[in-house]
């Protein structure tokens, strides 16, 4: 297939650029470069910088290539930030979104796989979280991809949208060759071998009276290629069945932050320090996925099961490239 995929030069994007290249799909790679890094996107793939929200150069893109469907990842990503920004999570996350939407739909493109999120459930009532648990995000992060997601129901409904969105839980982990370079930082494995590689002093803990059994937030760690490939799948099953329909991406095992600075410590053989700080704005307390969805109808199973191989290999990329994509 002919895929365009927004947010190419991103995290996540960078490494579904690279595995559907591998699986012999042709990319075109679009990002504008203002949280991604244009030396991440694989040099098979033509780079367009451009924004999703931009119609005319949108619809050249379309005009130019024939495609066949989209992997939407573009997006602004951080929780905390849109406790105060909300406006930038709405106007990207949904407005934008929107425009790529209907640029897809005017060129009859109505193939997408797009990038959701664990913040859509919120305070999750029952763990591990099911695709039909309630949806109430605590942050207008969560809002925003929910929000988004909402759409592709009504435009699937009365437009014929074919999609699926994936509901990652905690992207974590390298490839060989990329890996996780944010600027600030703010997730917490990267920011834990930052301290590993003398970066930082120490990591902060945010929040150690969480309702869990040591007070720190409890997440499922996925790795960034087991994501990846899930987007292939998806591709594959849209071309075979009307999905319309969204899929949990975790592991099904949850660490605490505690749990995972002290696989850190043994991944890297390296003491890191911690300094306890007051909970994080908009951080649900527990997040663990049930992926049983994902597994028997995309055929998933996801290769990375163990949070020390998760870490190892973001440790490998962290020390090959200190400070990130720029050197
Ligand atoms: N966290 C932390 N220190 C950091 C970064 C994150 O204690 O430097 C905590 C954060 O509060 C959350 C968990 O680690 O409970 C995972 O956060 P991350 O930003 O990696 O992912 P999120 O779950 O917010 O998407």
């Known amino acids: 297939m002919n895929i365009l995929v927004t947010g190419a030069a991103g995290y996540i994007g960078s490494i579904v650029v690279q595995e559907l290249i591998k699986e012999r799909h042709s990319v075109v790679a679009l990002d504008n470069l203002k949280h991604g890094h244009r030396e991440a996107v694989s040099p098979e793939a033509p780079f367009i910088q451009a924004e999703i929200g931009g119609a005319e150069r949108l619809g050249q893109v379309f005009k130019d290539n024939k495609l066949e469907a989209v992997a939407h990842l573009a997006a602004e990503v951080q929780v905390e930030e849109s406790m105060s920004a909300p406006e930038k999570y709405f106007r990207t996350n949904l407005i934008c979104g929107m425009n790529l939407l209907d640029t897809m739909l005017r060129y009859n493109v109505n193939k997408l796989v797009f990038s959701s999120t664990a913040a859509v459930y919120g305070n999750p009532d029952s763990i591990p979280i099911e695709e039909s648990h309630p949806t109430m995000p605590i942050n207008p992060y969560g809002e925003s991809k929910l929000m988004f997601e909402k759409v592709l129901d009504w435009y699937g409904y009365a437009y014929g949208l074919k999609f699926i969105s994936l509901r990652y839980f905690n992207a974590a982990g390298a490839s060989d060759r990329l890996g996780e370079d ?27 009276d969480h309702p869990t059994s040591d007070g720190t937030c409890i997440r499922d760690y996925i790795h960034v290629s087991d994501i990846a490939r899930a987007h292939i799948l998806a591709l594959k099953h849209l071309e075979r069945s009307q999905a319309n329909k969204a899929y949990n991406l975790g592991n ?22 911690v300094v306890n700080r007051p909970r994080r704005p908009g951080d649900p307390p527990v997040l663990v996925a049930s992926s049983e969805l994902a597994k028997s109808e995309l055929g998933w199973e996801p290769e990375y099961r163990e949070l020390e191989t998760i870490i190892d290999s973001a440790w490998r990329w962290q020390k090959e490239h200190t400070h990130g994509y720029r050197e």
């Open 252 to 273: 099904g095992r949850g660490y605490s932050v505690f749990e995972v600075i002290e696989t850190a410590r043994k991944v890297t053989g390296i003491s890191i320090p």
């Open 182 to 208: 944010h600027d600030p930082e703010t997730h917490l494995i990267p920011n834990v071998l930052k301290v590993a590689l003398g970066q930082c002093q120490h990591v902060v803990v945010f929040g150690t």
